[in-house]
């Protein structure tokens, strides 16, 4: 399970375009907190060089963090980044309240391990992954990093489908209503198949009488005088 982390934070008071152009000129980033079982929104800032550091570890928008503001701490979820499309750099973030009995939505990537003991891909065979992240509800406390699932004894023509992965107690899949696909373990590629373009296979042979027809008669050769 991903640890909590924690973010210290300012309140601040100046609101709209104006009050965030003054908050970044101090080397912040403005945002809010919402929801949750609070009514209305708290207005913050946070520095701009914790924040962008943090956003580029990685999985940001799928992270609880813990929100330090005056002494008060709030237990939320990143649910927006707005960036500067030219540096790259945090413009505002958005916060979504949670409590330890609530449950988030998020994506969790999937890892893959035991390749070398996959009998498939020993022989050739390759592995085709449909989903590399799978969204889930989860409890805000024990929230998943990863999901590994073993490769270990898969043969070509084998399928990977969510109901093979373990799921800690309390996570369960958006999807419900069918057992999808993860991966499935696919044939290598023969040199015919990568040699033939689908515009050759689709062409119809020439059919040589009506080749044929289609020819220009020949001129005779003119009288020599």
């Known amino acids: 399970m991903s640890q ?3 973010i210290k934070a300012q309140g601040r008071q100046s609101q709209g375009k104006s009050g ?3 908050v970044r000129r101090e080397g912040l980033v403005p945002g809010i907190i919402y929801g949750g079982d609070t009514a209305g929104q708290d207005t913050i800032a946070i520095d701009q060089n914790e924040l962008s550091k943090m956003i580029s570890r ?3 928008l799928a992270s609880v963090f813990e929100i330090e503001v005056d002494g008060k701490v709030t237990k939320a979820i990143p649910r927006d980044v707005q960036l500067d499309p030219v540096r790259d750099t945090p413009l505002h973030v958005d916060f979504q309240r949670i409590g330890a009995d609530n449950r988030v939505k998020l994506r969790v990537p999937v890892k893959f391990f035991n390749d070398l003991l996959s009998p498939g891909l020993k022989r050739g065979g390759v592995l085709n992954v449909v989903r590399r992240e799978i969204e889930v509800w989860a409890p ?3 929230v998943p990093e990863v999901f ?3 490769l270990e004894g898969l043969d070509i023509g ?3 489908h969510i109901s093979a992965v373990t799921l800690p107690d309390g996570v369960q899949p958006v999807i419900q209503d069918r057992d999808f696909t993860i991966a499935t373990i696919a044939g290598a590629l023969t040199k015919g198949d990568a040699e033939e373009t689908p515009a050759a296979a689709a062409a119809p042979a020439a059919d040589p009488k009506a080749a044929a027809a289609k020819a220009p008669a020949a001129k005779p050769d003119a009288k020599k005088k």
């Open 4 to 6: 909590t982390q924690v």
């Open 20 to 22: 965030a152009r003054a």
């Open 58 to 60: 990685g999985r940001f």
């Open 140 to 142: 805000a406390d024990k």
């Open 148 to 150: 590994e699932i073993n």
């Open 158 to 160: 084998r399928s990977i």
